[in-house]
């Protein structure tokens, strides 16, 4: 089945630094990339939708210049959190769409701590 | 715009009984339904999906859901649950928009179905 590579798993980083979250969709391609945030207890926030080779559409609230995400390939996508802030510490999960596919495969979270 | 609610947040219950994990959306257009599941600093694993025809969907685990049009339900079931169906589930929706588009899919607050032995 499809399947959605997403590292690191864990990263734990000091404040003001910056930190890059990557997904590889490994056995298909990915036309639409998902980025959520999901805080302890709570459900699955949508950050914003990216399509190969376009700027990524951002949800009201979340700072495009603070999430930067890059859809270069059909196969990787990245987020980077600039200037990372102890508030910015959270599970970040992708989720890839492919053509043909009524689903959404999702990548197993990243676990940022911002320190 | 489509919207989920789970009603429960919290479902116990014991090893081999049966559960449900209720589950109303709301749209004013045709939509596509899901349940996910999730297990600790994990991301999501579909157990199923609605697309159309049969109301009746089969999922993995012995998971199985029942799309009601009228009620706007998606409730999820199982006949007898494990120790290691322990998770937390997710409902969700996202727009009908046909073809090969992929609208944003929107959660509901999950459930976390706790299984005792």
């Known amino acids: 089945g499809a399947v959605v590579s997403q590292h690191p798993s864990w990263v734990i980083c000091k404040s003001g630094t910056s930190v890059k979250i990557e997904c590889r969709s490994l056995?298909?391609?990915?036309?639409?990339m998902f980025w959520y945030r999901q805080f302890p207890k709570q459900s699955l926030m949508l950050m914003a939708t990216?399509?190969?080779?376009?700027?990524?559409?951002?949800e009201q609230g979340v700072e495009k210049d603070k999430f930067l995400i890059n859809h270069a390939s059909l196969t990787l996508s990245t987020l980077t959190v600039t200037s990372a802030h102890p508030e910015d510490s959270s599970f970040y999960i992708c989720?890839?769409?492919?053509?043909?596919?009524?689903?959404?495969?999702f990548g197993s979270g990243t676990r940022l701590t911002v320190v | 715009a489509q919207s989920v609610t789970q009603l429960d947040s919290q479902v116990p219950v014991f090893e081999e009984a049966p559960v449900e994990l209720r589950c109303n959306y709301s749209?004013?257009?045709?939509?596509?339904l899901f349940w996910y599941v999730q297990y600790p600093n994990q991301g999501l694993q579909l157990l199923l999906k609605?697309?159309?025809?049969?109301?009746l969907v089969k999922g993995i685990n012995g998971f199985e859901a029942e799309f009601n049009k009228s009620q706007t339900s998606f409730h999820l079931r199982k006949p007898s649950v494990h120790i290691s169906d322990t998770a937390e589930y997710f409902c969700?929706?996202?727009?009908?928009?046909?073809?090969?588009?992929?609208?944003?899919?929107?959660f509901g607050q999950g459930t976390i179905l706790t299984v005792h032995p």
């Open positions: 056995d298909f391609q990915a036309t639409t």
């Open positions: 969700a929706v996202t727009r009908n928009a046909g073809g090969t588009s992929y609208g944003k899919l929107t």
């Open positions: 989720s890839a769409g492919s053509t043909g596919y009524y689903g959404y495969t």
């Open positions: 990216s399509n190969e080779g376009s700027k990524a559409t951002y």
């Open positions: 749209s004013s257009v045709s939509v596509y």
């Open positions: 609605y697309l159309s025809g049969s109301t």
